[in-house]
């Protein structure tokens, strides 16, 4: 295990004020106040939830529907727009490739050097603590975890419903048992194990932690810009983050929910650039709620050029009907993307985009110092 800082405590301090000081490795590490984390992003604040006349407004619309401009069509149209295929877990992946597959939402396989990596795994149909009630899906899952190849790792950015699904765990569990490896942000581990998970590795940002029994692989929790937030009292009792996984010739960053932050730029710097990047692209209206803990599809442009990825997939987009997704339209973000892209003057099929349980190959070149430069540290 990487020996990293503990967590830094601001007791009696504002998170801006303790971001001023720069850690002596010139990185951004986690920190608490009164024993939650904090963002340590200057300026970062979450709108409140109460006593604010923009949030009833936002709350009153979405709750009666009279704000809804998503426009998302009947299922018919639906298949034809943003078509649900089965994926092909079949075909072989190439010794010098990395296939990708989207699952919906923030959930995406991805599949290199022998080992299989799951992002954030939810097949419920309902993002929410019960499922008769709370945020639906209008696509489904395009498998369930019982069609799932072997899966060797998981890696979870945060506690939200819509990226910790407590039946989804349960079922991966009840298939896979020890075998199974999840990486967890710090304080997450006692959740994961009263579900009956026992092989469970909590981290901290930039710990690094190698996938047992493959001492090539390691697992990095990195920095996003986000909170935590499962009942009444439990406020960023836990950590959040993004993850790298890094192999010999073969680099992937998972973006996790995140609004923009400068930890990315500091991710290129340290560990890319990455073969491919799962980064989220939707979720980001209105932009007064959102800014903070969103970024919009041109600020995921800019985290797809600040951690070096050479291909980058758009997820957190498509799947489910949230308070933000009803505030843009549901094929706006990829619409968007391109547009980003196009602007900057980068090639617009670099930051492409799936189908539910579509697949892609991506190419890794046989020999590249830029990527094998850090995989032996």
Partial sequence: MATVDSPVEVEGAT??????????DGLTHSMRKNGRFVNPWPGWALPSFTGSPNM?????????????????????VLDTTLPVVTPDFSSPVPEDGMKVTWLGHASVLVQFENISVLTDPIFSQRA????????????????SVQDLPDV?????????????????VKDLHKRFGERLRWHVPLGLSPWMKSIGCENVVEQDWWQEERVKDRDDIKVVLTPAA??????PTDDNLVLWGSWCVIGRRSRFFFGGDTGYCHGFKEIGKKYGPFNLAAIPIGAY?????????HVCPEEAVQIHMDVEARMSLGIHWGTFKLISTSFEGYLEPRSKVKEAMEAKGLKVEDFFTLDHGGSRVIPIPQADPSIEKETAT
């Fill in 285 to 293: 209206e209105p932009r007064w709620f959102m800014k903070s803990q």
């Fill in 226 to 231: 986000h909170w935590c937030k499962r009942g």
């Fill in 15 to 24: 998170a801006a004020a303790a971001a001023t000081s720069t850690s002596s």
């Fill in 152 to 168: 060797d790792v998981v890696v979870i950015s945060h506690n939200h419903y819509d990226h910790l699904d407590y039946n989804t």
């Fill in 128 to 143: 929410a603590p019960f499922q008769f009630m709370g945020p639906k899906r209008y696509r489904g899952p395009p498998c």
């Fill in 56 to 76: 009833f407004h936002l709350m009153w619309k979405f709750t009666t529907g009279s704000g809804d401009q998503s426009s998302i069509p009947s299922q018919q």
